[in-house]
């Protein structure tokens, strides 16, 4: 940032720290920024052609507070324009041309193109497999429903048709399901697929599995998942239905078989925080686009975004950070 302008100045001085500021500083210290940056400017347009673009390091910070905040185009960049902090992190100034919603899609586009959320998930995980983060042996694979747009009143007059309709439980959704394998003691994700919402989950296991993991845990919805993913040394964890434990006549075996259901679970939940973290810290619950593929690159970053969340206090620790300051 050349110059500060008033504004910029006067919120440098102030007092309070947001909650916003306060996660921009956390991502700030533990995000890989040179592994991310070395992942896309090998594809990033240079000065010379055109337009001079855009530093990369400001681009991929707004890229990176859009998947944060859920912010479409126009959204980050009116973000941008009001949100000093938010400015701040990109490198921003108020003297100084802002990045306008077509420079910020044709980021995105760029990255979608070349496949590189993919690529940026590996490089995320690489970087979290040596610091001692990830490990690789006990996993667990589990799938959540995303939902598209219903509505036909569009140019088409059609719903998205690489969406579907699916039931679970006594509800109907129409959109998309994004299928996870995550690491058992850190919650972090390995890898991700995408399908249309009525595809079965065991379907995707034999994509999902990295294939040094020793045991798989799973939700009752993966039976026969030994059968579509065969692994010779995976002891397969799977939940039993409800349905099938109460049939059990003896009640004391009943009881041994319940309680051996609740430790299943008690470890199998963990599998739901990276799904807390994309929904509910970062406000993904509804697809932004039209189409797996778009969406998909999406998901995929968010997962890694996410991977950075879960752990994000134990990199500090790792750096010696105990209370990041933006800026």
């Known amino acids: 940032?050349?110059?500060?302008?008033?504004?910029?100045?006067?919120?440098?001085?102030?007092?309070?720290?947001?909650?916003?500021?306060?996660?921009?500083?956390?991502?700030?210290?533990?995000?890989?920024?040179?592994?991310?940056?070395?992942?896309?400017?090998?594809?990033?347009p240079v000065a010379g052609n055109g337009r001079r673009?855009?530093?990369?390091?400001?681009?991929?910070?707004?890229?990176?507070?859009?998947?944060?905040?859920?912010?479409?185009?126009?959204?980050?960049?009116?973000?941008?324009?009001?949100?000093?902090?938010?400015?701040?992190?990109a490198g921003l100034s108020l003297l100084e041309a802002i990045p306008d919603e077509t420079t910020i899609l044709n980021f995105r586009h760029l990255l979608e193109k070349h496949e590189l959320a993919v690529e940026i998930l590996a490089r995320v995980n690489?970087?979290?497999?040596?610091?001692?983060?990830?490990?690789?042996?006990?996993?667990?694979?589990?799938?959540?429903?995303i939902d598209a747009p219903s509505s036909t009143k569009n140019a088409e007059g059609k719903r998205d048709p690489e969406m579907h309709q699916t039931s679970k439980g006594n509800q109907w959704f129409f959109g998309m399901k994004a299928h996870i394998e995550a690491d058992v003691?850190?919650?972090?994700?390995?890898?991700v697929t995408t399908t249309p919402g009525h595809h079965s989950d065991v379907g995707e296991v034999e994509l999902l599995l990295h294939g040094k993991e020793t045991v798989v845990h799973a939700d009752s919805?993966?039976?026969?998942?030994?059968?579509?993913?065969?692994?010779?040394?995976?002891?397969?964890?799977?939940?039993?239905?409800?349905s099938t434990v109460k049939k059990i006549a003896d009640p004391s075996q009943r009881e041994r078989a319940l309680a051996l259901e609740r430790r299943k679970a008690q470890i199998?939940?963990?599998?739901?925080?990276?799904?807390?973290?994309?929904k509910r810290q970062f406000g993904y619950?509804?697809?932004?686009?039209?189409g797996l593929a778009k969406n998909t690159a999406q998901i995929v970053t968010l997962f890694a975004l996410a991977n950075l969340y879960l752990v994000r206090k134990r990199l500090m620790a790792l750096t010696g950070v105990v209370r990041p300051q933006l800026g």
Do not use: C
Request: aromatic residues 10%.
């Open 126 to 145: 690489a970087h979290l497999s040596r610091k001692g983060l990830l490990l690789k042996r006990g996993t667990m694979v589990d799938a959540t429903i």
């Open 221 to 242: 919805g993966y039976a026969g998942a030994a059968a579509h993913a065969p692994r010779a040394k995976v002891d397969w964890q799977l939940a039993k239905r409800r």
């Open 53 to 89: 673009p855009y530093p990369l390091a400001v681009m991929l910070r707004v890229h990176l507070m859009q998947n944060w905040f859920g912010l479409s185009d126009p959204g980050i960049e009116e973000a941008l324009y009001e949100v000093a902090s938010m400015r701040q992190f």
């Open 185 to 191: 003691d850190s919650g972090v994700v390995h890898s």
């Open 268 to 278: 199998r939940a963990r599998v739901e925080h990276p799904f807390r973290v994309v």
């Open 1 to 44: 940032m050349a110059q500060l302008s008033f504004g910029d100045a006067e919120y440098a001085g102030k007092k309070k720290r947001t909650k916003r500021e306060i996660f921009l500083a956390e991502m700030e210290a533990v995000v890989p920024w040179s592994v991310l940056l070395a992942v896309i400017e090998p594809y990033y």
């Open 285 to 290: 619950t509804k697809t932004r686009f039209k």
